[in-house]
Structures are given as C-alpha cells and as structure tokens.
C-alpha cells in the first residue's frame, strides 16, 4: 500500500492551496483518512481527518479556514487550505488507516509535501 501525496508549494498568506493524497496497492477499505503537519521544530500534529462515512474532525486551528474531504471510488483525500497564513507553514503528511485485502489492518503515511506561506 503506498500514498502519494502532492498539492504542495510557496504561496503568499491569504493564499489558498489544495493538497491531495492517492492511495493504492492491496486495499479492501480505507477507514479514516487524514492529514496531519510538522512544522520546524515542532512536534507532528493532526490537520483533519474524515471517516470512510464522511464525519470530519479539524484541529482548532485550521476551523473554518481548510477543509477535508475525500473520493472512496479514487481512494484520495483531499485538503483545500484558504487563507493561509505563515504560521500553516510545514510539511503536511497524509495518513490512512488501510485494511488490506488480506483482512489486516494497517496505517499508512505518505512521503509528506511542504506548504510555505510567505507573508
């Protein structure tokens, strides 16, 4: 099972970008998708997440500004981020919980993709 995440890129605050993340490989369902960020000498913290059913949950920080969403048919997730700001700064990593088609179960990350707000 592999993610491939992409979307990243410099943007000037008040900016908007739109991450997205493809799983594939041995997949009978994705469970939870979500996207999570580290930014320079910070611990990695979680962005959003949504269920398989569609139920969201954003940090506090990024309510009202980005929005998760995901396609089950094209196993992506996606993150739309708008009025950025230099504090978004990081690199942004997608993660799934996979079952596989052999019935176990398994989180996965993506190689992470760097969001640079200038200001």
């Known amino acids: 099972v592999q993610l491939q995440a992409s979307g990243g890129g410099l943007v000037q605050a008040g900016g908007s970008l739109r991450l997205s993340c493809a799983a594939s490989?041995?997949?009978?369902?994705?469970?939870?998708m979500g996207w999570y960020r580290q930014a320079p000498g910070k611990q990695r913290e979680l962005v959003a997440s949504?269920?398989?059913?569609?139920?969201?949950n954003y940090a506090d920080s990024v309510k009202g500004q980005f929005t998760i969403s995901r396609d089950n048919t094209e196993r992506t997730v996606y993150l739309q981020m708008n009025n950025l700001k230099p504090e978004d700064t990081a690199v942004y990593y997608c993660?799934?919980?996979?079952?596989?088609?052999?019935?176990?179960?398994?989180?996965?990350w993506g190689q992470g993709t760097l969001v640079t707000v200038s200001s």
């Open positions: 490989g041995s997949i009978r369902r994705i469970n939870v």
């Open positions: 949504v269920s398989n059913s569609g139920i969201t």
């Open positions: 993660n799934a919980e996979v079952v596989r088609i052999s019935g176990f179960k398994n989180n996965y």
